[in-house]
């Protein structure tokens, strides 16, 4: 099956491995087509790393409106269609977006089948143009992937009724993110990393912080516009000694700093207008052998997957309850690290989520060739 994968995601060569593992497959010849570099408003100008390339084919293609998440366009997609005539043309974004639209057609254009991504977890009505691109995107396309459960049930409530599987955009590196040997705090620590903003809800952590008895501290990753804020909050619990700000972390150091914990804390609150849609740091945490609490945002839960480890949001009760509980049990988190690096294995590597595309594609194949409905998927 020849594959053209259309993704601005994979400037970052960390989520490279999944298309490797997917062209070891059988009979997956594979192009992925993205831009030099995305503009990413909280972060900045992403440049485009090639670090894991083998066994199939990258190309650079300029964009148009880089850093628009609705409106950019890649105005030379057509010549890359056409000299590599795809079976299926994946495009790694919103339906509402018009690069989805744009590629949908040209791809029709060249007898693709089409396959869109969706991470919208929040029922929104956009105004036009964007509702066009939504409702021609649900008739153009052969099958659809949603990140998380709950956009899978956005993408069915707005009308489209195409086959649809539930799988995330990308799973984790095994081999980086493992438990490693690192100097560990003398006393026992709580993690969190994240952006510091009030839906990530790091404020919920220093008050529960605040609320357990004995020595135990608090390591915060991350920076946002709450970072003064909630220094004084822990001031005012009376435990700013015990909760450290490290700052942002380069991700290649994020393996490191994941080891340190004895466990990390998720415990994002939904907002109007946003809402957990993966929580990708579980999953990078899990396979670090790191257990993992998290609040009932979204799609937190699924990928936790021990109804356990989950608290209500906003709880800060329930949150003390469950810290208190494991932290005083050091056999039930080696076991509990244990069980969430084995389900990391089962379920979010690169290869297990390349595995999970490639059955896709072929239902989307057979579904060309003998007229039979792609099988669903979650």
């Not at 040997?181 to 994240?194: A, L, Q």
């Not at 700000?245 to 994002?268: H, I, K, T, Y």
């Not at 945490?285 to 937190?300: D, L, T």
Request: positive net charge.
């Amino acid at each position: 099956m020849r594959i053209l994968i259309l993704s601005k995601a994979l400037v970052n060569g960390v989520y490279q491995r999944k298309l490797e593992e997917l062209a070891r497959l059988p009979d997956v010849e594979l192009l992925a087509v993205v831009p030099p570099a995305w503009i990413e408003s909280r972060v900045g100008v992403l440049q485009l790393e090639r670090r894991f390339v083998e066994g199939y084919q990258l190309v650079v293609e300029p964009m148009w409106f880089n850093g628009h998440h609705h409106i950019h366009v890649y105005p030379g997609l057509a010549k890359h269609v056409a000299r590599f005539r795809p079976d299926i043309l994946h495009i790694d974004e919103e339906p509402y977006n018009l690069v989805t639209a744009h590629a949908a057609l040209v791809g029709k254009r060249y007898g693709a089948q089409i396959l869109f991504f969706t991470w919208q977890n929040l029922y929104r009505r956009y105004p036009p143009p964007f509702s066009w691109f939504e409702r021609l995107n649900y008739r153009l396309a052969s099958a659809a992937v949603a990140g998380n459960h709950e956009a899978a049930e956005v993408l069915r409530r707005k009308g489209y009724r195409g086959p649809l599987a539930v799988i995330p955009q990308f799973g984790v590196d095994p081999d980086i993110f493992r438990p490693l040997s690192v100097p560990r705090p003398e006393i026992p620590t709580i993690g969190f990393v994240g952006r510091l903003v009030p839906e990530k809800g790091a404020d919920l952590v220093i008050r529960a912080l605040a609320r357990l008895p004995g020595r135990v501290q608090l390591e915060i990753v991350g920076e946002g516009v709450e970072r003064t804020r909630l220094e004084l909050l822990a001031s005012e619990l009376g435990v700013r000694d015990r909760v450290i700000f490290r700052g942002g972390v380069p991700p290649a150091l994020m393996p490191e700093a994941l080891n340190r914990f004895d466990l990390l804390v998720v415990p994002s609150r939904t907002r109007r207008n946003w809402k957990e849609q993966f929580g990708r740091v579980i999953i990078e945490a899990m396979s670090c052998g790191v257990p993992v609490v998290g609040s009932s945002s979204g799609e937190i839960p699924h990928v936790i997957g021990d109804p356990a480890l989950v608290f209500p949001e906003d709880d800060v009760d329930a949150l003390v309850r469950l810290l208190n509980d494991l932290l005083s049990d050091p056999e039930r988190l080696r076991q509990l690290g244990e069980a969430g690096r084995r389900r990391v294995l089962t379920h979010y590597t690169q290869r297990r989520i390349a595995e999970q595309y490639y059955a896709v594609y072929q239902s989307m194949l057979a579904a060309r060739r003998f007229g039979s409905p792609v099988t669903e998927r979650s």
